[in-house]
């Protein structure tokens, strides 16, 4: 079990198009992410918009669990198509990695209408599988799903993965359940994903590898 609080930016950690930064929020030590600012000037599907953009951690999983507790939000100068994009990619490699995000701004409670509010949670692959590609092309594939968050409070995120299985919940609540993922299970490192227009506090997070 690999446990870190967030206090600090992990040893041996490398950004990729973020930077990051150790605050705290209320008393709670956080780590905070967000875009450079030439990524933000980049290119959409190339710079931003499900890309690798995280702090990579030095930490390896196939199969496992991944808990943390993430707040997110807009930064001042977002987009308006920016919901706070924020969460984990794994099984990381030079070729691709997946990974599962919150919408916080489509939380149900916000009531924000069809179809925004069944898109709360995001699961991608990268590079074949972004968001728009599995909406147009796999809208029955359970890669998007409701969840009852908001931005700007803290939500504890679960991610149960299995070689070609994925189950994550969200304050407990099980939010997709997928019997397939899209890329072959390969090990791979972890990261402290975010996205376009996002300012996003990680901390707790906690690694449960099944071959440690």
Known sequence: MFTDPLAVRPLGAELRSVIATPTSVGGREA????????AIAGTPGVDYIDQPTFVLLTEELLTGVID????????????????????????????????????????????????????????????????????????????????????????????????????????????????????APRTGRIGLWVDIGTRALFANLRIASDSA
Do not use: K
């Open 31 to 38: 780590l905070s992410v967000e875009l450079t600012d030439e």
């Open 68 to 183: 943390v507790d993430i707040r997110s939000g807009v930064r001042e100068d977002a987009p308006e198509f920016a919901r706070g994009f924020a969460g984990i990619a794994y099984r990381v490699t030079d070729e691709s990695f997946e990974a599962v995000y919150v919408r916080p701004l489509n939380g149900t409670s916000l009531d924000p209408g069809e179809p925004r509010a069944a898109r709360a949670v995001q699961y991608f692959a990268y590079p074949d599988w972004p968001f728009d590609r599995l909406r147009e092309e796999r809208p029955d594939g359970g890669y998007e799903g409701r969840a009852d968050i908001r931005p700007e409070e803290w939500l504890h995120l679960r991610l149960e993965i299995g070689r070609t299985t994925l189950r994550v919940s969200i304050n407990g609540t099980v939010v997709l359940d997928l019997l397939e993922t899209l890329i």
